[in-house]
């Protein structure tokens, strides 16, 4: 019995130091396949005619519960023209999608217009929530071009709320979050762009 013990421990031990040693050899490559697929979305939600920086190196952090529907701070990428900011693209949650939290990133322009909306992760029904996702519909790209006019625009819910965004056949609470996520952040946005533009870039300070 001891010897099959010290076996069953030997055998516990080195497949912990295998785990160990692959989560180490792959956190770099994920981390930066993490960091390109990034810099996709960000190309794609703020076009490169607008600015001339390197979004990800323009990085804070915002932190406001009740308009960013988490109490951790999330980055902001601020795109800047000759100095002068142009644009934000913020990350922010919708806590109460159908199975959970959605995390998406939101393209704003300094005039307060959508430029771009894209999901970053979700576990929504697949074939019905998963609508959110680029690749399943265009469903995204109905937010390019929206403005808020205040707090109460009654234009951002979805359709069966008297609102003028479509809903899905059959998932109805996704979408509704989804809006309402993007509009929490485009009137947070709204409020605070010059304090947001003037804060320190302080994303790397998140990481060390």
């Not at 396949?33 to 979305?41: D, I």
């Not at 029904?125 to 071009?145: H, M």
Request: proline share 3%.
């Amino acid at each position: 019995m001891m010897k099959n013990g010290l076996l069953l421990g030997l055998f516990a031990l080195l497949c912990t130091g295998l785990v160990a040693l692959v989560n180490q050899q792959t956190a770099a490559k994920i981390q930066q396949q993490q960091k390109h697929e990034l810099m996709r979305v960000l190309h794609q939600i703020i076009p490169d005619a607008m600015h001339d920086n390197e979004l990800t190196s323009q990085c804070t952090l915002l932190q406001d519960k009740e308009a960013l529907g988490t109490d951790s701070p999330l980055p902001a990428y601020i795109a800047t023209q000759a100095g002068q900011a142009v644009a934000i693209a913020l990350e922010t949650i919708a806590p109460d999608g159908y199975n959970g939290q959605i995390k998406l990133i939101v393209g704003i322009s300094a005039e307060g217009t959508v430029l771009g909306v894209r999901t970053l992760s979700h576990q929504e029904t697949p074939g019905l929530g998963d609508k959110i996702e680029l690749r399943k519909s265009g469903w995204v790209l109905s937010f390019a071009g929206k403005e808020l006019g205040d707090e109460a625009d009654e234009r951002w819910r979805v359709k069966k709320d008297g609102g003028s965004f479509d809903q899905f056949t059959g998932a109805t609470i996704t979408p509704r979050a989804y809006v309402k996520a993007v509009k929490r952040a485009l009137w947070y946005v709204k409020q605070h762009q010059q304090a947001i533009f003037r804060q320190p870039r302080n994303c790397e300070a998140q990481h060390d």
